[in-house]
């Protein structure tokens, strides 16, 4: 069980579209859904915690109008990438977690969006 | 402040122990974790350690904290191929759900 799905797994794109990475729990419901950011060779940077039907929170030096996150259902989080530029071109990955702040809380990764803007 | 570090890199050979690293800023972290990345995928928590426990041991996988230095390390028994990949340790400041990674400790096992 805690399986965690991305779609698309990759995707390149234009200098200036957009593009929309979805990230669903396929066999629990989550209430609180993470989306990072990967680097090559680098360590996972939080984006921002996404809870189901609130604002998102973004973490500081994350653009909001830039990286738009919906979290519509306890099953599924939306992150575009609008007005997409090369040098957003990176390994995003999802996490999605049933638990509260005071308690043993996994998270559960999906397997990542490889993003290519030409 | 968060900052997590881990040496860059291990190399090992197969059936040896391998020593992964972690130290940490956040002395109120509650749960500290080791996940392993395999090229291109995401993420799978391989153990965690509860903040008021010295040591845990499951299998071939032994985490020791010493809160007091706040270092965090991670013994693979038995050191298989199948085990290189990326190692990240991760803490979880309380209160918080986020997650704080370190910077990764490639492990490369050689036959």
């Known amino acids: 069980g805690a399986v965690v799905s991305q779609h698309p797994s990759w995707v390149i794109c234009k200098s200036g579209t957009s593009v929309k990475i979805e990230c669903r729990s396929l066999d629990f419901q989550a209430t609180t859904m993470f989306w990072y950011r990967q680097f090559p060779k680098q360590s996972l940077m939080l984006m921002a915690t996404?809870?189901?039907?609130?604002?998102?929170?973004?973490e500081q030096g994350v653009e909001k109008d830039k990286f738009l996150i919906n979290h519509a259902s306890l099953t599924l989080s939306t992150l575009t990438v609008t007005s997409a530029h090369p040098e957003d071109s990176s390994f995003y990955i999802c996490?999605?977690?049933?638990?509260?702040?005071?308690?043993?809380?996994?998270?559960?990764f999906g397997p990542g969006t490889r993003l290519t803007v030409l | 402040g968060e900052d997590v570090e881990q040496s860059l890199f291990l190399s090992v050979r197969e059936g040896d122990s391998s020593v992964i690293n972690c130290t940490y800023t956040?002395?109120?972290?509650?749960?500290l974790y080791w996940y392993k990345q395999e090229p291109g995928a995401g993420l799978q928590l391989l153990t965690y350690?509860?903040?008021?426990?010295d040591m845990k041991q499951d299998q071939r996988l032994t985490v020791l904290l010493n809160k007091k230095d706040k270092h965090l390390s991670l013994r693979i028994a038995d050191t298989q191929t199948g085990d290189s990949a990326i190692y990240f340790c991760?803490?979880?400041?309380?209160?918080?759900?986020?997650?704080?990674f370190g910077t990764g400790t490639r492990l490369l096992v050689s036959p």
């Open positions: 996490s999605a977690s049933l638990g509260t702040s005071d308690s043993y809380n996994e998270q559960f």
């Open positions: 996404s809870n189901e039907g609130s604002k998102a929170t973004y």
């Open positions: 350690i509860f903040s008021n426990m």
């Open positions: 991760a803490e979880r400041p309380t209160g918080f759900q986020k997650l704080v």
């Open positions: 956040d002395s109120s972290s509650t749960y």
